[in-house]
């Protein structure tokens, strides 16, 4: 996806043949198809796997969250790694207040937890 340097939002993206057009077209007999189609299937694996685990760790509600105090909070979001993972980090000040995974796109995920901080 290519993003706006303004405002974040997408204005392009660049398509990939999905895993079942990829099977389609190696059943055809497609021979890049048939080369991609073992990797593409590990992918699509470990894709399913860490979005099962994003969503079952994710934020969703404030009671998940820490006992914040003060009448106005600043708030960072930063991209940090760990265990080969990538974690989208809020925190206010220097204490860590959520952590979850951390997707290519994570800016729309960063206006959710701020609407659930706000909630806080």
């Known amino acids: 996806m290519v993003e706006c340097p303004r405002c974040d939002r997408g204005v392009g993206y660049v398509e990939f043949p999905t895993l079942r057009e990829t099977e389609m077209a190696a ?5 890049e198809a ?47 790694e760990g265990y080969g993972e990538h974690y989208q980090v809020i925190r206010l000040g220097d204490v860590e207040v959520w952590r ?10 960063f206006y959710e937890i701020k609407a659930i901080l706000r909630k806080k």
């Open 27 to 31: 059943a055809q007999g497609n021979k």
């Open 34 to 80: 048939i080369r991609e189609l073992p990797e593409k299937r590990r992918w699509y694996r470990l894709i399913k796997t860490r979005m099962a685990r994003f969503e079952r760790e994710k934020l969703k509600t404030r009671s998940q969250l820490p006992e914040l105090k003060g009448d106005s909070l600043e708030f960072t979001c930063e991209l940090a």
């Open 100 to 109: 979850e995974l951390a997707f290519w796109d994570h800016v729309p995920r």
